[in-house]
Every structure is written in structure tokens, then in C-alpha cells.
């Protein structure tokens, strides 16, 4: 089982800088919609793999989205969803220059994005990432890091360091 003692906050072995690769941390210049975005995290989630993977990313992505936008408020969503494509948890993440509205509750538009893929059986481990993942970005002084950041390279760093 992944959970352990809660001794740092986080599930052993899931931290966010366990699931993040500087490789899947972008800043995009434009997004023309939430659908053209979702394509592009699945495309960053599914680094390499065959187009039907990427599909499948992607699916899962819209599907969550059609129960409700994971837009949490001040500019950020989190976009997530389960499918059997990976064997462990996923995350990418885009900076937008120019925000995109995703449904959000506050009406702001997005443009900090962290998205999530998870295998299928993932319940519990899923629900309490998204819910530390959530906590993080909800520091105000965080998204103005992230905001501020000259590139994905500082991205990266703010991101994963635990």
C-alpha cells in the first residue's frame, strides 16, 4: 500500500516531486479553450506513448470535467482522471501567459494548471493528493511564485521541492 504514517503531510511516496517530471512542466504561450488545454496535458501526461494513450488521457480528463470543472478558485484547476494507461500516479503541469476560463466557482479565469492521471484502482490515494495538491495551491504566496517564475525551470523547482 502507498499510504503511511503521516509523519511529513504527504502519502509515502507520493509527493508531488514523486509524480512530476521537469519534463512534463510547461509555459504556454495561448490556449484557445479548456478542451485545447486538456489535450495538451494529456500530451505532456503521456510523454511519448502512442496516440491511443494520449486518447485515453485525455478522455479521462474530459470525463471528470463533464461532472463538474475542476477549477478551484484564483486561477487554478485541477484537472484529473483515472485510466489504466499508467501503473502509477501522473502529474504535468502549464503555466498559461494568457488565462482561459475553465468554469471556475470565483469566474476567474485559469492559468496555473496541474493535472493529474491515476490508475484506475487508485480511490483513496487519488482523493488525498488532490486534496494536498489543492492545499498547496491555495497558498497565495505560492501561485504568485509560480505566476512570477522566469521559466519551466523555475517552475520545476517550486513545484517539486517538498
Known amino acids: 500500500m502507498l499510504l503511511g504514517p503521516r509523519r511529513t503531510g504527504r502519502p509515502i511516496g507520493m509527493s508531488l516531486s514523486s509524480i512530476l517530471s521537469p519534463t512534463r512542466i510547461a509555459v504556454l504561450d495561448r490556449a484557445s479553450s479548456a478542451d485545447e488545454l486538456i489535450d495538451t496535458l494529456a500530451g505532456l501526461l503521456s510523454e511519448g506513448r502512442e496516440d491511443a494513450a494520449r486518447k485515453t488521457v485525455a ?71 488532490l486534496a494536498e495538491i489543492a492545499e498547496r495551491f491555495s497558498d497565495e504566496d505560492f501561485r504568485a511564485a509560480l505566476r512570477g517564475a522566469s521559466d519551466a525551470d523555475a517552475l520545476a523547482r517550486l513545484l517539486t521541492e517538498d
Not at 486561477?75 to 484529473?80: D, I, N
Not at 500516479?89 to 503555466?95: E, H, K, L, N, S
Not at 494568457?98 to 484506475?120: K, N, Q, T, Y
Open 59 to 129: 478522455d479521462s480528463l474530459r470525463q471528470r470535467e463533464r461532472m463538474g470543472s475542476t477549477a478551484i478558485g484564483h486561477g487554478v484547476a485541477l484537472p484529473h482522471g483515472r485510466n489504466d494507461v499508467f501503473d502509477e500516479a501522473r502529474a504535468a503541469f502549464v503555466r498559461l501567459r494568457s488565462p482561459i476560463g475553465f468554469g471556475a466557482m470565483d469566474e476567474e479565469d485559469v492559468d496555473l494548471v496541474l493535472a493529474l492521471s491515476v490508475p484506475a484502482h487508485f480511490t483513496h490515494q487519488h482523493l488525498q493528493l
